[in-house]
């Protein structure tokens, strides 16, 4: 077991993010070869997107309110929603609201 405290993440930037802030919480450097968590927080108007990755996502909204956009559909995630996004799927996320969207964030490792 590895035990890794929110002091010691480190932030990272992801590619066609604005308005928003990330932290790597597990990742390659802590021993994890199949996915990476991170800790997101999101300003007012900040976002993510359109586009999409070949791996697989999971949200978890801990805070705030989330608007995802996927397949045409859009849905709001409020604290404790989660949402999964398949690999290659085109997804935008955005913060339409005025309080600091918190979100944890699950990545599977990239296909070989």
Do not use: Q, W
Not at 9 to 34: C, F, M, Q, V
Not at 47 to 62: F, I, N, Q, R
Not at 84 to 112: C, D, H, Q, Y
């Amino acid at each position: 077991m590895k035990v890794k405290r929110l002091a010691e993440a480190k932030a990272y930037e992801a590619p066609n993010h604005r308005s928003y802030s990330s932290l790597r919480l597990i990742g390659p450097d802590d021993g994890a070869t199949k996915f990476v968590v991170g800790l997101s927080y999101f300003l007012p108007g900040g976002g993510a997107g359109p586009d999409s990755s070949p791996t697989e996502k999971v949200y978890t909204v801990l805070g705030g309110e989330l608007t995802v956009i996927a397949g045409g559909k859009e849905t709001v995630l409020k604290a404790h929603d989660s949402c999964f996004i398949g690999a290659n799927e085109k997804r935008e996320i955005i913060n339409r609201g005025n309080k600091v969207v918190t979100m944890l964030v699950a990545i599977s490792a990239p296909p070989k």
